[in-house]
């Protein structure tokens, strides 16, 4: 079992619909990072986590650190949306564990 | 913002010959770099990790004479792919990490490697 795992793998979504992704983690952590890969590959973080909860635009963060277990939602997606989505865990170590990512396509 | 600045974008080169591949923190002192590799299609697949002034930690199944990493700085981390092959043709990406290590992390922009 992967010490980090993320749900679903892949998603479609209508554009503007709610999007969900979650990811939990079996580890201590000091951090849990969101971030998104374009095709194409660069990569930008999203959002850094050590608690509660972190909103950016239409992005929204959430982390449980008792259930070890992180959300990221997007709200009214869009077409520019689609991307990889990438849960990072830190061990504070320097040590960091991927998930293995979320494919999300929104369509018109 | 922090910065992470990853050189060349793309490259190609022919079979056998080394290519080297560099990774600067641009406003930021970097303890710890990370190399990363990328299959299409797949996540990320953290080759080794370069700390600043020791030799890099490399992950099970990675060639650390293959691929040399040299740490120098607090900002210059540099991975070389040695006597390449067309099987090392792939997407290698750094990160860095700040000193803190909770910061967010940055991520060059990625090299495209093409052996012919």
């Known amino acids: 079992k992967n010490e980090v795992e993320q749900s679903p793998q892949n998603l479609t979504a209508q554009e503007g619909e709610f999007i969900t992704i979650n990811c939990s983690y079996s580890v201590g952590i000091s951090a849990l990072h969101w971030l998104q890969q374009h095709p194409g590959g660069g990569i930008v973080s999203l959002f850094m986590?050590?608690?509660g909860k972190k909103k950016h635009g239409r992005l929204i963060a959430t982390i449980n650190i008792q259930e070890k277990h992180s959300s990221l939602h997007i709200t009214a997606s869009q077409l520019s949306d689609s991307a990889s989505y990438i849960c990072?865990?830190?061990?504070?170590?320097?040590?960091?564990?991927f998930g293995q990512g979320t494919t999300l396509q929104v369509k018109p | 913002g922090a910065v992470v600045s990853q050189h060349p974008s793309r490259v190609i080169c022919k079979s056998g010959t080394s290519v080297k591949i560099e990774c600067r923190s641009l406003?930021?002192?970097?303890?710890?770099m990370f190399w990363y590799r990328q299959f299409p299609k797949q996540s990320l697949m953290l080759m080794a990790t370069s700390n600043e002034g020791s030799k890099a930690t490399y992950e099970q199944g990675v060639e650390k004479d293959k691929f040399l990493i040299n740490h120098a700085s607090l900002t210059l981390s540099t991975l070389t792919v040695t006597s390449a092959h067309p099987e090392d043709s792939s997407f290698y990406i750094c990160?860095?990490?700040?000193?803190?290590?909770?910061?967010?992390?940055?991520f060059g922009n990625g090299t495209r490697l093409t052996v012919t």
């Open positions: 406003d930021f002192q970097a303890t710890t």
């Open positions: 986590l050590s608690s």
């Open positions: 990160s860095a990490e700040p000193r803190d290590f909770i910061s967010p992390l940055h």
């Open positions: 990072v865990v830190s061990k504070g170590t320097g040590k960091l564990i």
